[in-house]
Structures are given as structure tokens and as C-alpha cells.
């Protein structure tokens, strides 16, 4: 496919945990030739740091105080994203359980998430071809002016099944329970709340198969691209 004279691109990708967000945008992106950003792995690196270095998860003032201290840069090559914090490799640290109960409550804290939408913004910005961005607030709050915004949902039975099939061996039932209260944490907090945009294409992925997902959002890249 000829991507020569192709304008850059912003494709913004949110919805829910389990919905099958970083498999898909990982390859829209390495399909078309585009850069990508897991947002989410930026607020996982952030909690990891905080945890690492004793802050107080309980506590908003104490996170809002070093929000600004760890370093993290993200890689955006869809075949092999990279994420470090201060130098340090940390993308298998951070998807631990003992991260993970706790992203929910560093990404509600205000300064962190300015902190973390600078980056995000910037790393956009600067990739020359286009980017595909997942997170949560993507369309909403980091980059209401991208190209495309898509927001993926699913049933939860089958988002706990995809999530405990990717956490081997997790019980369906205890993980359906932790997707609905983090989606709830989510969707609640006060600071760019999971949401979907008014102008978001909606895609229910509960009865797709990954490579179904993949190749309905690349057709609403290429549709978009096309109309530019």
C-alpha cells in the first residue's frame, strides 16, 4: 500500500480494559505505517515509580507532590513499544498485580494527569507519519482534535474472559468483578473521565474476532485518510 503522499494522521482509540484496545491499535498502526502510544502503559509507569519509591497511594497530596519527578519516555514503534522510567526498562513491571490495583487512584490525582497529557500530546505532535493513541481520554481530553476517534466497548463476560485469557490461569468471575469496578473508578473520577466522544465511531467488539476489529478500524483510517 502506497502511504507516500498520505497526510500524518491522529487516530485516537479508547473504551474500557478488555476490549481488545492495544492488539488492535498496535496493528492498525504497524499496518499503515503509523507510530503508537499505550497511555495507558504511561500511567502504569507512573504508579509503578510512586509505588517503587514509597509514596502514598492513599494519599492525592503526596502523589500531586512528585508527580512531576519520574522521567518516563515511551517508544511508539507498533512492533516493539518500549517503556522506561528513569532510564529503566519497565514494561514488564508494570503489569503486575500490585500495579495494577493501584493505576486507578495515581491517574485520578489531577497533576498526574496533566503531567502524563503533556507527554502524550508531544509524543503526538512529533510523529511525522501519524499516530494511533489508546487510552481512555483520548478523544475527550488528550487530543479532542484528532483525525478519528474510535471508542471500542464490549459486554463484560466477554472482557473478562479476553483479560483472564491474557493473565493466565485469573478467575472470569473475580476478574469481571475488577474490570466493573475500575470501570466505575474510571468512569467517575472528577479529571477526564473515561468517556465516549460525541464524535467517536462506536465499535462493539463483543462479537469480532481480533482480525474483525483490526480490519473495520483500518477501513475508518483509510476511509478518513481518503476524505482528507
Known amino acids: 500500500m502506497e502511504n507516500g503522499a498520505a497526510q500524518p494522521v491522529i487516530v485516537a482509540i479508547d473504551g474500557p480494559s478488555g476490549t481488545g484496545k492495544s492488539s488492535t491499535s498496535k496493528a492498525v498502526a504497524a499496518q499503515l505505517g503509523l507510530s503508537y502510544l499505550d497511555t495507558g502503559a504511561q500511567y502504569r509507569a507512573i504508579t509503578w515509580w510512586m509505588v517503587t519509591n514509597g509514596i502514598d497511594i492513599e494519599d492525592p497530596t503526596a502523589i500531586?507532590?512528585?508527580?512531576?519527578?519520574?522521567?518516563?519516555?515511551s517508544g511508539t514503534d507498533p512492533a516493539h513499544p518500549t517503556i522506561t522510567v528513569d532510564g529503566v526498562d519497565v514494561?514488564?513491571?508494570i503489569r503486575t498485580q500490585e500495579v495494577t490495583s493501584r493505576v486507578s487512584a495515581v491517574s485520578a490525582v489531577p497533576e498526574v494527569r496533566a503531567r502524563i497529557t503533556e507527554l502524550q500530546?508531544?509524543?503526538a505532535a512529533d510523529a511525522?507519519?501519524?499516530?494511533?493513541?489508546?487510552?481512555r481520554?483520548?478523544?475527550?481530553?488528550?487530543?479532542?482534535d484528532a483525525?478519528?476517534?474510535?471508542?471500542l466497548t464490549a459486554s463484560a463476560e466477554a472482557r473478562a474472559a479476553r483479560r483472564s485469557g491474557e493473565l493466565k490461569g485469573?478467575?472470569?468471575a473475580s476478574t469481571r468483578e475488577a474490570l466493573i469496578q475500575r470501570d466505575a473508578a474510571d468512569s467517575s473520577r472528577k479529571t477526564s473521565p473515561l468517556a465516549k466522544a460525541d464524535d467517536?465511531?462506536?465499535?462493539?467488539t463483543t462479537e469480532l474476532t481480533l482480525a474483525q476489529v483490526i480490519e473495520c478500524v483500518v477501513t475508518l483510517v483509510e476511509e478518513k485518510r481518503a476524505g482528507k
Open 64 to 73: 500531586a507532590a512528585v508527580a512531576g519527578k519520574a522521567e518516563i519516555l
Open 91 to 93: 514494561a514488564g513491571p
Open 121 to 123: 500530546r508531544s509524543l
Open 128 to 135: 511525522e507519519h501519524g499516530i494511533v493513541v489508546e487510552g
Open 137 to 144: 481520554d483520548i478523544g475527550t481530553t488528550v487530543l479532542p
Open 147 to 151: 483525525d478519528l476517534k474510535i471508542f
Open 170 to 172: 485469573a478467575d472470569v
Open 200 to 204: 467517536a465511531v462506536e465499535v462493539d
